[in-house]
């Protein structure tokens, strides 16, 4: 994390004010990143899909997993797709 501050402040620094509004989200992304805490409540696990949320697997081997939770609705014969969540 040291290493992430560092490369973020000096981005933070040296980048102009047309550069720094290219790169708000990333740079807003990375604040979050490094102010989270153990117990926060919605954490960003990935900076390149901030999606991705950790889901409780319960098993002795893998308890956690990460990724995105999704439902796909199809018709009886699997032709047409009724919905997605």
């Known amino acids: ?3 992430a501050g560092r490369v973020q402040r ?3 620094r040296k980048l102009s004010d047309g550069a720094w509004e290219r790169y708000m989200g990333t740079l807003i992304l990375t604040e ?3 102010t989270q805490e153990k117990k926060s409540k919605g954490k960003v696990h990935s900076l390149h ?3 991705v949320e ?3 697997k319960g098993k002795a081997h ?3 997993e990460l990724g ?3 439902s ?3 018709t009886a014969w699997g032709r047409f797709g009724l919905g997605a969540i």
């Open 1 to 3: 994390m040291t290493y």
């Open 10 to 12: 000096d981005l933070e």
């Open 32 to 34: 979050l990143v490094l």
């Open 49 to 51: 899909a901030p999606a």
């Open 54 to 56: 950790c889901i409780a």
């Open 62 to 64: 893998k308890p956690y």
């Open 68 to 70: 995105v939770e999704t």
């Open 72 to 74: 796909l609705a199809t």
